[in-house]
């Protein structure tokens, strides 16, 4: 994003004045309590709370995804929840541009935006920024699927190694998405993924970003949430949500916005590919890495303050954490 396209805020931090608006990031492995710890916060403090999810984002998933209930969200907004239609793709571009707004509009109320949730990408395009990459070529991408379909994924895969192995060595080679838009960015802009010059993310713009994340010290106690969690979530129809998707949308399984957890396990399953003690496993196996690989890039992201999730005393050790750092406005 150029600086003559970034939010009025943006332009109105001046370093000159002393005064740095902050923004709180709240982030975690799954399943350990960033939302109720969120929405505790919000209920005693001038913060306004903003999603960072990818799956929250889509009105359909919501079960799976661990969204805030309908009577917690009217009390404790969220802002980027229930934004897209399964069928409508929501880019890490479109995340910060919402965001961005969202931030304002909190700066301009005299509050602290407080951004909760556990998809790392959007954490990171928003503190980092993002390169200035073309945009979506739609006929490209078509093109592209074709070709997927005669000689599957993993060959387009290898065709993108060849022009750009850093990207490729990042990418399944089976994430059809992911595989599709590096070939776009490469063959439109001539140039490697890695080779884009970087966005301006919010410390560049004068932001102060004071980054919280809780962790769960014993693997097997988180181990023990997700299992429980998983078990909620069945118990509270989890797999009737999902067939109602594929009622609604029956080519939905490969669309970007079931990659959730749980959704195309439980699709499989539907589909009479797997049973239902396989179908958990998967669900659980699925989770345990999606865990694993929150917490591998928190623990490399410089500037983070760890709290211990099972901490009796985590709302109050928070709090404290946050007054002290003068990141409460208001």
Request: aromatic residues 6%.
């Given at each position: 994003?150029?600086?003559?396209?970034?939010?009025?805020?943006?332009?109105?931090?001046?370093?000159?004045?002393?005064?740095?608006?902050?923004?709180i990031f709240l982030a975690g492995s799954t399943a350990c309590g960033k939302t109720d710890l969120a929405i505790d916060l919000a209920a005693r403090l001038p913060l306004d709370l903003i999603s960072v999810d990818s799956g929250q984002v889509y009105r359909?998933?919501?079960?799976?995804?661990?969204?805030?209930s309908a009577n917690l969200l009217e009390k404790f907004p969220h802002g980027l929840i229930d934004i897209r239609r399964l069928d409508q793709p929501f880019s890490a571009a479109e995340f910060c541009q919402e965001a961005h707004k969202l931030i304002g509009?909190?700066?301009?109320?005299?509050?602290?935006?407080?951004?909760?949730?556990?998809?790392?990408?959007?954490?990171?395009?928003?503190?980092?920024?993002?390169?200035?990459?073309?945009?979506?070529?739609?006929?490209?991408?078509?093109?592209?699927?074709?070709?997927?379909?005669?000689?599957?994924?993993?060959?387009?895969?290898?065709?993108?190694?060849?022009?750009?192995?850093?990207?490729?060595?990042?990418?399944?080679?089976?994430?059809?998405?992911?595989?599709?838009?590096?070939?776009?960015?490469?063959?439109?802009?001539?140039?490697?993924?890695?080779?884009?010059?970087?966005?301006?993310?919010?410390?560049?713009?004068?932001?102060?970003?004071?980054?919280?994340?809780?962790?769960?010290?014993?693997?097997?106690?988180?181990?023990?949430?997700?299992?429980?969690?998983?078990?909620?979530?069945?118990?509270?129809?989890?797999?009737?949500?999902?067939?109602?998707?594929?009622?609604?949308?029956?080519?939905?399984?490969?669309?970007?916005?079931?990659?959730?957890?749980?959704?195309?396990?439980?699709?499989?399953?539907?589909?009479?590919?797997?049973?239902?003690?396989?179908?958990?496993?998967?669900?659980?196996?699925?989770?345990?890495?999606?865990?694993?690989?929150?917490?591998?890039?928190?623990?490399?992201?410089?500037?983070?303050?760890?709290?211990?999730?099972?901490?009796?005393?985590?709302?109050?050790?928070?709090?404290?954490?946050?007054?002290?750092?003068?990141?409460?406005?208001?």
């Amino acid at each position: 994003m150029s600086r003559d396209h970034e939010p009025g805020w943006a332009r109105e931090v001046e370093p000159s004045t002393g005064v740095r608006p902050t923004v709180i990031f709240l982030a975690g492995s799954t399943a350990c309590g960033k939302t109720d710890l969120a929405i505790d916060l919000a209920a005693r403090l001038p913060l306004d709370l903003i999603s960072v999810d990818s799956g929250q984002v889509y009105r359909e998933l919501n079960i799976g995804t661990a969204k805030p209930s309908a009577n917690l969200l009217e009390k404790f907004p969220h802002g980027l929840i229930d934004i897209r239609r399964l069928d409508q793709p929501f880019s890490a571009a479109e995340f910060c541009q919402e965001a961005h707004k969202l931030i304002g509009q909190s700066f301009g109320r005299g509050r602290t935006p407080l951004l909760v949730g556990g998809t790392m990408f959007y954490f990171s395009a928003l503190l980092n920024g993002l390169s200035n990459l073309p945009p979506a070529d739609a006929r490209l991408r078509a093109k592209f699927q074709q070709r997927a379909a005669r000689q599957g994924w993993p060959a387009l895969h290898h065709w993108l190694e060849e022009m750009d192995p850093v990207a490729a060595s990042r990418i399944n080679p089976v994430d059809a998405q992911r595989i599709s838009r590096a070939l776009e960015i490469n063959l439109l802009s001539g140039a490697p993924v890695s080779a884009g010059r970087p966005g301006r993310g919010l410390g560049e713009r004068g932001v102060r970003v004071v980054q919280a994340c809780l962790s769960i010290p014993h693997r097997e106690c988180l181990h023990r949430r997700i299992t429980r969690r998983l078990e909620q979530m069945l118990n509270a129809g989890l797999i009737d949500e999902v067939t109602q998707i594929r009622d609604a949308y029956p080519g939905a399984s490969v669309f970007p916005s079931l990659r959730s957890v749980g959704y195309r396990q439980i699709w499989e399953y539907l589909d009479g590919k797997t049973d239902y003690s396989c179908m958990l496993d998967r669900v659980q196996s699925a989770t345990r890495r999606l865990a694993k690989r929150q917490l591998t890039w928190l623990r490399n992201q410089p500037g983070n303050v760890w709290f211990d999730a099972t901490d009796p005393r985590l709302n109050v050790g928070i709090t404290q954490f946050l007054n002290a750092c003068g990141a409460i406005n208001g």
